[in-house]
């Protein structure tokens, strides 16, 4: 049988019966489609994850007050709610350990805040000058508080740009005005720029104060809540770590690492850990996406099976004149192939506009990939010989005789 010959048996055959063939190729348009919304959405979620981590600073080793409970576990759930690290600690570290780019200790906790009549409950972050450098926090209005505001307690303060528009009004400009922060007056001198939210919690929900004045006024101690270090170089982050580690053990008289009474995040090991959760998910949302290509699967054997049956004389009178088995089980094969061929392509379509629009009508990121794409177009074209190779086959088999006696 001639190629070209082939191809117009397989084109009058599909169309023969165009709601059945339709409704065969909507399983797999389906199926493909389901399998590239959902790893999209997966891998958007990945994205979204990493880009909120690497937007809270580079190469950042985040030291925090709390109780470690053995080898392997961070702290307890009270992490950075504990008293055990001071501005010493930070100064001893900052002197101590080569290699780092910054050092910025901070104290924080929740606090409400009031102004014109208009009040929320926020996170204020009593912190350092170099904070900004370390965390990749840039100002969009006014300016951040100065190394002379922070050694002499100036009671100033820079908001986030939701707490701004809690307190203000959406994209006001409240420079120059005060809040009160546990009834305490502060001028504002400078709003950030928006961040959005991470697994932390909102970077845009925050006030920013001198450490100084958060612990005179606010703590009324010298403990932080946190030092975040910023190391120079990715490479040196485990070294780092160590030697931190070693310090504050040795500052604190604890032997027994087990023991100690705060805990070291590494950026990088939360990088990874939250890439390999949502790799997991991607895979997770793609094996359920996967279930209806299967389904579609059947669909398509159970369409070949029947248009087998209903062929059973004109197989046996190809084969009468000479047809020979490879002939009929190619032209069946090759049917079951063009029906997902059709329904990956237009499910691919369907699929990438999905996203699209789950992007645009949710607060979901979406990301697609060419592998994605690639994955779902092969899957339903490998469905498509394994389903409709058992249809091609028995119509191969047929006895030309009994085919042409088939009634």
């Given at each position: 049988?001639?190629?070209?010959?082939?191809?117009?048996?397989?084109?009058?055959?599909?169309?023969?019966?165009?709601?059945?063939?339709?409704?065969?190729?909507?399983?797999?348009?389906?199926?493909?489609?389901?399998?590239?919304?959902?790893?999209?959405?997966?891998?958007?979620?990945?994205?979204?994850?990493?880009?909120?981590?690497k937007?809270?600073?580079?190469?950042?080793?985040?030291?925090?007050?709390?109780?470690?409970?053995?080898?392997?576990?961070?702290?307890?759930?009270?992490?950075?709610?504990?008293?055990s690290?001071?501005?010493?600690?930070?100064?001893?570290?900052?002197?101590?350990?080569?290699?780092?780019?910054?050092?910025?200790?901070?104290?924080?906790?929740?606090?409400?805040?009031?102004?014109?009549?208009?009040?929320?409950?926020?996170?204020v972050?009593?912190?350092?000058?170099?904070?900004?450098?370390?965390?990749?926090?840039?100002?969009?209005?006014?300016t951040?508080?100065?190394?002379?505001?922070v050694?002499?307690?100036?009671?100033?303060?820079?908001?986030g740009?939701?707490?701004?528009?809690?307190?203000?009004?959406?994209?006001?400009?409240?420079?120059?005005q005060n809040?009160?922060?546990?009834?305490?007056?502060?001028?504002?001198?400078?709003?950030?720029?928006?961040?959005?939210?991470?697994?932390?919690?909102?970077?845009?929900?925050?006030i920013?104060?001198?450490?100084s004045?958060?612990?005179?006024?606010?703590?009324?101690?010298?403990?932080?809540?946190?030092?975040?270090?910023?190391v120079?170089?990715?490479?040196?982050?485990?070294?780092?770590?160590?030697?931190?580690?070693?310090?504050?053990?040795i500052?604190?008289?604890?032997?027994?690492?087990?023991?100690?009474?705060?805990?070291?995040?590494?950026?990088?090991?939360?990088?990874?850990?939250?890439?390999?959760?949502?790799?997991?998910?991607?895979?997770?949302?793609?094996?359920?996406?996967g279930?209806?290509l299967?389904?579609?699967?059947?669909?398509?054997?159970?369409?070949?099976?029947?248009?087998?049956s209903e062929?059973?004389?004109?197989?046996?009178?190809?084969?009468?004149?000479?047809?020979?088995?490879?002939?009929?089980s190619?032209?069946?094969?090759?049917?079951?192939?063009?029906?997902?061929?059709?329904?990956?392509?237009?499910?691919?379509?369907?699929?990438?506009?999905?996203?699209?629009?789950?992007?645009q009508?949710?607060?979901?990121?979406?990301?697609i990939?060419?592998?994605?794409?690639?994955?779902?177009?092969?899957?339903?074209?490998?469905?498509?010989?394994?389903?409709?190779?058992?249809?091609?086959?028995?119509?191969?088999?047929?006895?030309p005789?009994?085919?042409?006696?088939?009634?």
């Amino acid at each position: 049988m001639f190629i070209g010959d082939l191809f117009e048996e397989i084109y009058f055959s599909i169309f023969a019966n165009k709601v059945r063939s339709g409704l065969t190729i909507l399983g797999i348009v389906i199926g493909v489609g389901s399998v590239v919304a959902m790893i999209s959405i997966g891998q958007g979620t990945r994205v979204s994850i990493e880009e909120s981590i690497k937007s809270i600073g580079s190469n950042l080793l985040m030291v925090s007050s709390g109780v470690q409970r053995g080898p392997g576990t961070q702290v307890s759930s009270g992490r950075g709610s504990a008293q055990s690290i001071t501005i010493d600690d930070s100064e001893a570290i900052e002197q101590g350990i080569s290699s780092i780019e910054a050092i910025a200790p901070e104290v924080s906790s929740r606090y409400q805040v009031t102004a014109k009549g208009t009040n929320t409950n926020t996170s204020v972050f009593g912190t350092v000058v170099s904070y900004t450098k370390v965390k990749n926090l840039g100002t969009d209005i006014g300016t951040f508080f100065s190394e002379q505001d922070v050694r002499i307690s100036s009671k100033v303060a820079v908001l986030g740009p939701t707490t701004r528009d809690d307190l203000f009004g959406e994209n006001s400009n409240p420079i120059g005005q005060n809040i009160k922060i546990n009834k305490i007056s502060f001028t504002i001198v400078g709003v950030t720029k928006s961040k959005g939210g991470t697994g932390f919690g909102s970077q845009d929900d925050i006030i920013y104060i001198p450490i100084s004045t958060a612990q005179r006024f606010l703590s009324g101690n010298d403990y932080v809540s946190t030092i975040n270090i910023q190391v120079d170089d990715e490479k040196h982050m485990s070294v780092v770590d160590e030697q931190v580690t070693a310090l504050l053990l040795i500052r604190h008289n604890i032997t027994n690492p087990d023991e100690a009474d705060f805990s070291i995040m590494n950026q990088a090991d939360i990088l990874e850990t939250m890439s390999s959760v949502s790799g997991t998910l991607t895979l997770l949302l793609g094996a359920i996406a996967g279930i209806s290509l299967i389904v579609g699967g059947i669909g398509i054997m159970n369409m070949m099976l029947t248009t087998v049956s209903e062929r059973t004389r004109e197989i046996g009178l190809r084969k009468s004149i000479g047809a020979k088995n490879r002939d009929i089980s190619s032209q069946f094969l090759l049917e079951a192939v063009a029906l997902t061929f059709i329904g990956g392509t237009i499910g691919i379509i369907f699929g990438w506009i999905t996203s699209i629009m789950i992007t645009q009508f949710s607060d979901t990121t979406t990301s697609i990939s060419l592998w994605s794409v690639l994955l779902a177009f092969g899957v339903s074209a490998l469905i498509g010989i394994v389903f409709g190779y058992w249809p091609a086959k028995k119509a191969a088999s047929l006895n030309p005789i009994d085919a042409l006696r088939y009634e």
